[in-house]
């Protein structure tokens, strides 16, 4: 067993251009203030990082770190989300997808491809140069406009789906082993990986890629209606990245899991701010202890009623009050009757 190390945040939903939003340093000041000891980065806010810098320039990147650490904050993973779901899209999405790339690859999906995709790579570089070994990402999608089966899947359908994700993600998959980064796939609805079956579906079509991995965060399961905790249990040895984000489901007569094109604040699943939801964080925190996971409990702060600064504010102590100091010690050593090879015969009667 190891202990979970926290709390951190992700910065992209508190990024803004009022203080004390507006840049790293005066984030990093209040969150520090807060009780924070780690930030998860936003590779596309330049108010955060300059990537293609951090790829480039060791200096820069000891820099970068060295901003965080005066305030006692390390960086926890790189985030390529926006960039990293340009890599494999449908053209029903196009002209939604075009708003995260730059203005010069818009009305030009394979540009915009190609853009996605030299971001991966300037990712896995920047976090080798910053000590990262895991960086956060989507996989895209290319079926998720055929998630529900009807019209029915012509045979072959998913499987070709899959296939080409793999043949997109394989070299990428690659550089990032070059340079010791795991790529850790939030299983998030909208993307070709949103579950553990299709999670299995795409390791099995990169041949098992050790660089490919999970990025876990119950809320989308809380949503999906998956047994969260069971999920830990089949899939903790690829788990290597964590969003704490609550959430919550309130059954309805009206709509269900798709949410009947409502409102966030309105549909039967939404995002919580920590505690305000169903998620079972005593089981989580338990079962990932219990695997060895000693990576870091990263709040992704989401939620539709309560003020983002409050759920920052209320975020450090609900980890800290969840993460569980592993013991070195069984609680009945004091009755042991030690180790004796003879004894243990004799008790068996030997």
């Known amino acids: 067993m190891k202990t979970i190390k926290g709390p951190a945040i992700f910065l992209a939903q508190f990024m803004d251009d ?185 390791l099995e079509a990169v041949g098992g890629h050790e660089r490919a991995n999970i990025l876990y965060d119950p809320s989308h399961f809380v949503l999906q209606q998956l047994d969260y905790l069971a999920f830990i249990d089949f899939y903790h040895d690829r788990i290597k990245a964590f969003h704490v984000k609550d959430a919550e489901f309130l059954k309805s007569g009206k709509s269900g899991v798709y949410g009947g094109y409502q409102d966030w604040i309105d549909r039967p699943g939404r995002f919580r701010s920590l505690g305000d939801g169903q998620v079972d964080f005593k089981g989580i925190f338990t079962k990932l202890s219990r695997y060895g996971f000693d990576r870091w409990a990263v709040i992704e702060w989401e939620c539709c009623i309560k003020d983002p600064a409050q759920g920052a504010e209320e975020g450090v102590d609900f980890v800290n009050k969840h993460i569980i100091n592993v013991t070195k010690k069984t609680f009945d050593d004091f009755a042991s009757a030690g180790a004796d090879d003879d004894l243990n015969k004799r008790i068996l009667g030997l």
């Open 18 to 202: 009022e203080a004390p939003f507006n840049n790293l340093e005066n984030i990093g000041a209040w969150l520090a203030k807060l009780g924070y000891k780690g930030v998860q980065i936003p590779t596309w806010d330049k108010r955060c990082i300059d990537l293609e810098k951090a790829a480039h320039s060791k200096t820069y990147a000891d820099e970068l770190k060295g901003r965080l650490l005066e305030f006692g904050l390390e960086i926890t993973e790189l985030s390529v989300h926006l960039q990293s779901q340009l890599v494999a899209t449908h053209p029903a999405y196009d002209r939604m997808y075009d708003g995260f790339a730059p203005e010069n690859v818009h009305n030009d999906p394979k540009a915009r491809t190609a853009w996605a995709v030299n971001q991966v790579e300037l990712a896995a570089k920047a976090s080798a140069n910053l000590g990262l070994d895991t960086l956060a990402a989507f996989s895209g999608s290319l079926l998720w406009h055929t998630v529900y089966p009807w019209p029915q899947r012509p045979t072959g359908l998913v499987q070709a789906g899959f296939d080409e994700l793999a043949k997109r993600w394989r070299p990428l998959l690659d550089i990032c082993d070059q340079f010791g980064v795991d790529v850790a796939y939030e299983l998030h609805p909208g993307e070709d990986l949103h579950d553990g079956i299709t999670f299995e579906r795409f």
